[in-house]
């Protein structure tokens, strides 16, 4: 290999189309934030792949009717890119789509995404120490060109997320249903769901939020609850313009919007991590005083609305109009269990038949089986299936064992209950980055770099998450959750707080891994750390500091207006931007 120190700068053109100093696969919220990174950090050798035909990962896949983030905007959203113009709290799918765009257009992502490009496998080449991925073409006309090829790179990324493989029930008949299936992460808006009988399986966060989005259009509606969950008061709102003003001009009232939520939702972990808590009491209360309230006079509906799991064993449910639809007159809540689905509906235990023109399934993801359905091998030829074979486990949910050169974003155990998943993604970003970099420095000097993790940092990692994860709300033995397996192991989900996890990774500890190359004794024994520091969301200042500061520019803003222009006069010119 030829030292080339410009290499990393050097975007990928025709005439390298199958080489890439970095492979992300995936162009939804982590693979753009990995991406961005990288750019930000003058690596522009890279290429991002993604199997459907535009961005956005889920935000793209999940168009289903009162699709929206059960996390305020102001939070969900990158911290690099706060957007002032989010028209709700909880604004809608196409909303979020749309800001995921204008995100990368700013920074020219497109570029450097090959859509309609799904992996089917990667391997691990030990002696060129590179990645060979295997690309499928799907898009017919692209697919002219070359409808598959094997992609080599120094270091592989997978931002494909645990939300990405619909979950399609082995429910015996299914295949015989004459009438529309739907899975709500494929929604199918040719078809008209007016005035049709509609059956829903599954009331977990999706579900939640399609049942009153297509009740008032439905002939009848019929909801099948296997398990009932918690809710808690959405409170959502239209954002007022001069908010939005304000976040606009004053940009500190938007990080200062933002420390609110991030402090509001880091301390309902601890509803999660002690049950016995007065938050926790407080949150079931809360919950079973609105089902009161929004569905009155019907102890029938509380007592199969009412969990028997503590809150947050599964994720808890915000909402504000799930209840009052179960108050419609075409709306019913079947929970006895689903014994098949025939020609025409579903039969529940019992041989009671309800007939239906469309079946939606709101079954949610294959969330315990990461990756799927790609297949890894790596140092020597190991499968990732075999690595995995007990449940997927990384070091800090970023890199795995025997997979050299590899690390994930959302990966095993750092999902959270919560809190906006991306404040997890962003630090993981910055923490691959530092790996990549090492990666690119060997390969600038015709050299290379094999970076993995030491498996007994990973045993010791994923042993003290999971003490800790067993004492927590995950673990109750009443709830079965997307968050782990059958065997009850929590595979999914962070064991703490968003700041600890950035914590954990505001550093790479070299000795964490085992390193082979260029470089390695160097790392390991005497550089041994790279500080990488953490973007810190929650509060920086006092509220009293955040009144006096908007005291202070709201006076200066006066003092402008009354000299300047006059106050109302001001005023207009101020409001009507
Ligand atoms: P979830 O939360 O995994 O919910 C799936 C729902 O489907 C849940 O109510 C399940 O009941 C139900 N389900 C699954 N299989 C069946 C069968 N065979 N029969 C009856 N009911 C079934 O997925 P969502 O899409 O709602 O949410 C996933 C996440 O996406 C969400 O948390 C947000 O973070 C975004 P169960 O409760 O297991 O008894």
Redesign the pocket.
Known sequence: MAPNKYYPQLEVGNKNYTEAAVVIIGAGISGICTAINLLNNNIHNFVIVEKSGGLGGTWRDNKYPGCCC?INSHLYSYSFEQNPNWSRLYPGQEEMLRYLHTVAEKYKLFRYIRFNSSVKEARWDGEARKWKTAIEVTGSKDAEFADHYTLNSDFLVSAVGQ?NSP?Y?S?PGIEEFQGKIIH?SRWDWTYDYKGKRIGI???????AQVIPSVAPDAAQLTV?Q??PNWLLPRYDAAVWKPFRLLFKYFPFSLWKIRAWMMDFREAFFTVIQDQGSGWAAYAQKNSIDMLKKQIPNRPDLWEKLVPNYPVGC??VIVSDDYYPTFTRDNVTLETNP?EKITKNGITVEGGIEHEFDLIVL????RTVEFMHPIQLYGANGRALSDIWRDGAHALYGVTVDSLPNFAMLYGPNTNLGHNSIILMIESQAKYIHALISQVLEARQQGQSLAIMPNPKRTVAFNEEIQETLGKTSFAHPNC?S?YKRADGKITNNWSSTVVEYQKTLSKVDWTDFILEGYGAEQLATKKRKTYLGRVREESLFTYRDWVFVMAGLLGTWGIWAVKGKGALEGFRSWVSF
């Open positions: 059960d939300l979950y029930p429910i709500t399986i599954g009331n977990g966060a999706t579900a099948f296997r398990t599964k994720r689903i709101a079954t949610g993801f079965r997307w």
